[in-house]
């Protein structure tokens, strides 16, 4: 009898990143505005209209976002470890099986057989659940995040006469150019982290 040997990390491979707004890059931290400068950088005015904030470092910044990739980290993790120790002992069955199959009657190789395929169904099955159930709690805190950011920025537009913010990613987005005045970011993230301060309470 030949038993695959299950995948055991396929499902969790990229489960711990989040990405609501853009993906979180190691270089963002090095490219917090827009790539295009001013000489002199004069203060966001009502009368501008439409500011942008960067969502690269906005991820990086907010709290509430890195206290859900810390969550999401630790749960892949533990994913991970649950699963590879489950096709760990899987293993070590098929492994024993296949030394004593030679002492074994027809029938007793027969239902050892059925029994461990039915084990590996079981345990197939029980990781895609635990994929399909990860991603869902995923899906649904991803959408609280950009709920929080949406409904934050709606308020934050209309206490300072903004018509539009949008949001700038560095290498993936559709501003080519906008003044450094426009930047808003460090404004939102104190804003939201200040917020999600008084949420914690």
């Known amino acids: 009898m030949k038993i695959k040997t299950l995948n055991v990390f396929g499902i969790f ?6 990405s609501s707004f853009a993906a979180c890059k190691n270089e963002t931290s090095k490219n ?13 005015s009502a009368s501008d209209k439409i ?6 470092s906005l991820l990086n910044k907010y709290d509430f976002y890195k206290d859900l990739k810390t969550k999401f980290d630790s749960k892949s993790k533990n994913a991970q470890s649950d699963l590879t120790a ?3 002992a899987f293993q070590r069955e098929v492994a024993q099986y296949q030394q004593q199959a030679q002492s074994l009657s027809a029938d007793q190789r027969k239902a050892t057989e059925e029994r461990l395929a039915r084990k590996q169904q079981e345990l197939q099955a029980y990781q895609q659940n ?3 159930a990860f991603q ?10 950009y709920d929080r ?4 920025l709606k308020k934050y537009a209309k206490e300072k006469g903004y018509k539009m913010v949008m949001s700038y990613t560095r290498g993936n987005g559709t501003i080519l150019f906008a003044d450094e005045s ?16 008084s949420r914690k309470k």
């Open 32 to 44: 917090t505005a827009a790539t295009t400068k001013t000489e002199s950088a004069a203060p966001v």
């Open 86 to 88: 489950k096709g760990q």
């Open 13 to 18: 491979a990229a489960a711990a990143m989040i």
């Open 130 to 132: 635990a994929g399909a």
């Open 136 to 145: 869902n709690e995923q899906a649904q805190e991803n959408e609280k995040l």
């Open 182 to 197: 426009l930047d808003v970011t460090s404004e939102v993230i104190k804003g939201l982290n200040e917020d999600y301060k």
């Open 149 to 152: 950011v949406a409904d934050y």
């Open 51 to 56: 500011v942008f904030v960067n969502s690269d």
